[in-house]
């Protein structure tokens, strides 16, 4: 199950139930089936407050992920500053809707496996979401 929350931010506009049949067939592409996936679309303070109370790192970012995955059953918590994805959209100059499904499934492709901190990782993970972003049959 796919559950959407926030956490002192507007619920995004996203169609949730295609959202979630394109996490269940991405997750599928990587031979992963979805358990249980809580996203908490959140503030840039709130997601501060995350990284420094479980992470303890004192800074901004767009996601955290929290892995609780069993085998090939994807279980996490998804937090996304969605402060940030506005930013990031604007900094690199694409529009707030293409950002937020990457990110999305960035969460996802995290919790099947794909690092994008070791050298080499992040142009790994990069083609991962586009690959992915290619299955979303129209963004919302």
Sequence with gaps: MISYQTDGVKMPAIKRRDTSTWIKAVAASHNKKIGEI????????KIL????????????TDIITFDYCEDNLLNGDIFISLD???????????????ELHRVIIHGILHLCGIDDKAPGARQVMEEAENRALSLLPALQ
């Design 49 to 60: 407050e995350v990284n420094r109370e479980y992470l303890q790192h004192d800074y901004y």
């Design 84 to 98: 940030t994805i506005k930013t990031n959209a604007e900094q690199f100059g694409t529009n707030y809707e293409t």
């Design 38 to 45: 809580a996203y908490i679309f959140c503030s840039d303070e």
